[in-house]
């Protein structure tokens, strides 16, 4: 079926494989801020990023590669931490720029006197940092949100470089962009099956809920989790080591007693020896209790290379998962509809 060149076309009219085949090269992309000047590192005692969904994703990212040495949160609330005030730097980020939750915080947090900076690529958010000239990094707009994490990872960077917090982040993104130019080279539609890593994935998952695991890699597991749920329309799950030990670890062991499940474990060579450790010996401790956790080893020399080429591998095996499921990865009509209702009561 996914050797099927037309069927592929049917069932993804728009090209959303396409678009995950190619999204390294969001890293490439040039932001030129607008707006008035960025505080200084000195004015900062702290970072907070407002975001739902793939919005809030690049935030994920940025938390492991290549960190804060300030406190930094991630709100994914109707309003800002109790902390937050004038020597706060809160980014504002929302793709489509009308996420409710988000222009709510943002409200918040101006109420506060925080300093504040924009990620979007348009709707009313857009319309706010224009009227109150606010930093802003405009991305390319036409996409999903879960489709633009590279856009946005290489924009909140460009912001924080500007506030003097990282130096050469930006053109690292852009260095791991040309080295990972190809890595997708063999997951194309053209190549069949047995030669295609994705495809084999996306079989092991259909019929089945995917529970994926991370330990330096769980924003990588988050986002495979997300794909899952917004481009195959499928139940998915994630967690991250060693926290899984701790609780989900006896979850295995029991109820329910029939387990639809497939597990990935997403382990990095730059993982702690403790966390590689935890992978080894659960899987061996958790045998016969759950399915057989399959290993996928990140390729790349770098932390930020293994984030990377993890995460393309799980946008590209969506999209089959989607193929496979019978449906279009692109559209999410049920949470559009929730959006509308909701502006409705």
Partial sequence: ?????????????????????????????????????????????????????????????MRVWPGLHIPFEICRQYTVPLYVNERSLVIVSSYSGNTEETLDAMEDAQKKGARLAVVTSGGMLLERAKAQNLPCALIPDGEQPRACVFYDLKALMTILQAV???????????????????????????????????????????????????????????????????????????????????NEFL???????????????????????????????????????????????????????????VTLLGDVTSVYLAILNGVNPTPVDLVEKLKKELREL
């Fill in 1 to 61: 079926m996914l050797d099927d060149l037309n069927y592929v076309a049917q069932k993804d009219p728009q090209d959303m494989l396409g678009i995950m085949l190619d999204g390294v090269s969001q890293l490439k992309h040039t932001f030129d801020l607008t707006g008035k000047a960025l505080p200084k590192k000195e004015q900062v005692d702290n970072v907070v990023v407002l975001g739902m969904g793939g919005s809030a994703l690049a935030a994920e990212y």
């Fill in 164 to 246: 003097g917090l990282y130096h050469g982040a930006t053109v690292e993104l852009s260095q791991v962009a040309d080295t990972l130019a190809h890595a997708t080279e063999q997951w194309g539609p053209h190549i069949p099956t047995k030669s295609n890593t994705p495809k084999k994935l996306a079989e092991e998952m259909v019929g089945k809920t995917p529970v994926i695991y991370g330990g330096i890699l769980y924003a990588a597991a988050y986002k495979w989790k997300i794909n899952c749920n917004e481009n195959a329309k499928n139940l998915a799950f994630c967690n991250q080591m060693s926290e899984f030990d701790h």
């Fill in 251 to 309: 979850g295995w062991t029991s109820h329910p007693i029939e387990k639809p499940f497939v597990v990935f474990d997403l382990i990095s060579s730059f993982d702690h020896p403790e966390i590689q450790k935890r992978f080894v010996l659960g899987n061996k401790l958790l045998s016969g209790m759950r399915p057989e956790a399959i290993e996928i080893q990140a390729q790349g020399s770098s932390l930020l290379e293994q984030l990377i080429w």
